[in-house]
Nanobody, 124 residues
Framework: VQLQASGGGSAQAGGSLRLSCAAS????????MGWFRQAPGKERELVAA???????TYADSVLGRFTISRENAKSTVYLQMKSLKPEDTAVYYC???????????????????WGQGTLVTVSS
């Protein structure tokens, strides 16, 4: 499975961005999908995940501001980000997990495939 993330860029605090991750080479609908981020000097952390059946989970820090969704017909997962904050600045990665349930999707080890990352910079 190959994952191609796009949509990163610069935004002002309070602004919005939408990330997309297009998958190829596998059966997209059979994968749980996640968005992670990694800021300089910090560990990679879950932002949001969506299961095969459409269940979602979010990091507390983005709850109410970010929305993850998937469009199986386009083999794409999205991350809509609103009310952006400077602390959202990071490289964002999409990932695919062929196994697992929603409660396991916060762990990087649950994911077999990773995209290349897209940089999001939020200025105050």
């Amino acid at each position: 499975v190959q994952l191609q993330a796009s949509g990163g860029g610069s935004a002002q605090a309070g602004g919005s961005l939408r990330l997309s991750c297009a998958a190829s080479g596998g059966t997209f609908r059979s994968y749980n999908m996640g968005w992670f981020r990694q800021a300089p000097g910090k560990e990679r952390e879950l932002v949001a995940a969506i299961s095969r059946s459409g269940g979602t989970t979010y990091a507390d820090s983005v709850l109410g501001r970010f929305t993850i969704s998937r469009e199986n017909a386009k083999s794409t997962v999205y991350l809509q980000m609103k009310s952006l904050k400077p602390e959202d600045t990071a490289v964002y990665y999409c990932a695919a997990a062929p196994r697992g349930i929603l409660s396991t999707l916060s762990n990087t080890g649950s994911y077999d495939y990773w995209g290349q990352g897209t940089l999001v910079t939020v200025s105050s």
